[in-house]
């Protein structure tokens, strides 16, 4: 039961550095998310998408980019990493909001731990 | 400005007693309420959720209370198990999608 997979698990930045995390669902989930969490903090929305080829900002989505070329994949890019883009990433999933479901139950991956030093 | 709050960063409880989470929110439009616990090094998994439309849902040990007029939720677990300590986030979905507290680390003691 794969569900939502993320990559990597950690990496330390330095200043100006680009990178993508990685985000793969098996779950044939339309909508896409991607969260940050700060210490003390809940959860932020930075990116999400209702689907292939459709994707929106959150919350906080100042210094990231997203695609959303297939289902099942949706990378976040940070172009020029910030010392305050040092958080934990949590990439999620769900099936869109509807009459039937539980409140748009979000499936979370295990969280990608990001340092910008 | 916070529209979903729990106000307690840290609880701490006994083992086998009842432990209640708290939140608050300030977004009537909010349709459903949901509960998510969340370990150390790892992602959010879903609790128990509960429908605008109800007072109060139940799931095992773990039982969720609205308090619509109040705009006010819990979360009851009982009874308390070692298992149970985590952080506990709570999360109201409305047309923006989820919005998120800042969670409550829960801590059972032996």
């Known amino acids: 039961n794969a569900g939502v997979t993320q990559t990597p698990k950690f990496r330390i930045l330095k200043i100006g550095q680009s990178m993508t995390l990685q985000c793969t669902q098996d779950m044939n989930h339309n909508y896409m998310y991607w969260y940050r969490q700060d210490p003390g903090m809940g959860l932020k929305l930075i990116y999400y998408s209702v689907g292939a080829g459709i994707t929106d900002k959150g919350e906080v989505p100042n210094g990231y980019n997203v695609s959303r070329s297939t289902t099942e994949d949706f990378p976040l890019r940070l172009e020029l990493a910030a010392p305050s883009q040092t958080s934990v990433y949590f990439c999620?999933?769900?099936?869109?909001?509807?009459?039937?479901?539980?409140?748009?139950?979000?499936?979370f991956g295990e969280g990608s731990w990001l340092t910008v030093v | 400005d916070q529209q979903v709050k729990q106000n307690s960063p840290s609880l701490s409880v006994q083992e086998g007693r009842i432990s209640i989470l708290n939140c608050d929110y300030t977004?009537?439009?909010?349709?459903?309420f949901l509960w998510y616990k969340k370990y150390p090094a790892e992602g959010p998994t879903f609790l128990i959720s509960i429908s605008s439309i109800k007072d109060k849902n139940e799931d095992g040990r773990f039982t969720v209370f609205l308090n619509k007029s109040a705009k006010h939720l819990s979360l009851h677990i009982v009874p308390s198990q070692p298992g149970d300590s985590a952080v506990y986030f709570c999360?109201?979905?409305?047309?923006?999608?989820?919005?998120f507290g800042k969670g409550t680390h829960l801590i059972i003691q032996p």
């Open positions: 999360a109201a979905s409305g047309a923006d999608g989820l919005t």
């Open positions: 999620a999933s769900s099936r869109p909001r509807g009459p039937r479901n539980s409140g748009n139950t979000i499936y």
């Open positions: 977004n009537s439009m909010f349709d459903y």
